[in-house]
């Protein structure tokens, strides 16, 4: 018996190690490796992209959206890391990064290049861009791969790659509606830092303060300042129709980003994987260029449909009278931005 009960337990003991070595082969043959694993990721040129707003911006879909399309066209040879809300570096920091080469690839609202090329005020000249049409017309054309390519940024181990869209800036405040030059007199409005807009508000009559966009909707809460300049997306996404009363649709000025690499990086770089990256940012430039109006467009519908926000759109007359107010910061920054830029911009067909 005893023997019998022996052999019968050793039987069970290899069929159940045999069940278990088989499922253990079958996991395994199942498995798939982890996304971008392998030898091949392991040999990848990385590029790590650094950006402050959230991954779910319409910068950071479309620098996503960059970053499949390189490893798809590049057959993983090229792995793009996005790091989005300033997990690597913030605003004041990423340029430096980019050229110390910490970084490979940055995309920050273009004012930030002002330190390196005062050139770059020119987005926030009132009146420049007629509308969408014309603000896409340079980002395509060769004064603005000039502005890309300007001494000042090679000179500093930077490239310019593109231009991606945010949108036009309308006016809000808690007071009055916007109609007339007039009606900012006595206002105080927040500002991104420049000279450039600093000049626009003293034009108007009217005061500026430099705070952080973090700090913009508790600024206008406690009325630290009663107004502010934005794109529709921007406001939609802040909830600055919970604090503001009236929006004047004034499309004065423009935000917008514009991609940079560090030059020797990019140089550096295999020229047929090259420009299987250019082709890949070309297509997300592209894709951003059509989620940044779509975006704007819902936002505006947002802050109409809220019924917080009296909405005032100026007339071609309106418009004409507010413009001809502005005219001074032109007399004023004409020279520092340079004519060729200006004339260039305004005179493109």
Sequence with gaps: ?????????????????????????????????????????????????????????????????????????TGGKVKVEVYPSSQL???????????????????????????????????????????????????????????????????????????????????????KPLKAPADFKGLKFRAQAGKVLEGQFKALGAGSATIPFGDTYAALQQGTVDGQENTYNNMDTQKYQEVQKYMTISNHGRLDYAIFVNKSFWDGMPEDVRTKVEEALKEATEYEWKLAAEDNDKSYENLKNSGKMEITELTDAERAELEKALQPVYEEFKSVITPELIDGIKNMK
């Design 89 to 175: 570096y913030g605003d004041k920091e990423e340029l430096d990064a980019l050229v110390s080469g910490n970084v490979q690839m940055i995309a920050p609202s273009v004012t930030k290049m002002v330190k390196l090329d005062p050139r770059w005020q020119y987005v926030d000249m009132p009146f420049l861009f007629k509308d969408r049409e014309h603000s896409l017309k340079f980002f395509q054309s060769d004064l603005a791969k000039q502005l890309l390519n300007g001494e000042q940024l090679v000179g500093n181990d930077i490239m310019g790659l593109a231009f991606w869209e945010n949108g036009f800036k309308q006016f809000t405040n808690n007071k």
């Design 1 to 73: 018996m005893k023997k019998a009960l022996s052999l019968f337990l050793t039987v069970m003991m290899m069929v159940l190690l045999a069940a278990c070595g088989g499922g253990g082969e079958k996991k395994a043959a199942d498995a798939k490796p982890a996304e971008g694993g392998g030898e091949e990721q392991k040999d990848a040129i990385v590029i790590k992209f650094s950006h402050v707003t959230s991954a779910d911006s319409v910068k950071g879909k479309a620098a996503q959206k960059f970053a499949d399309l390189a490893a798809e066209k």
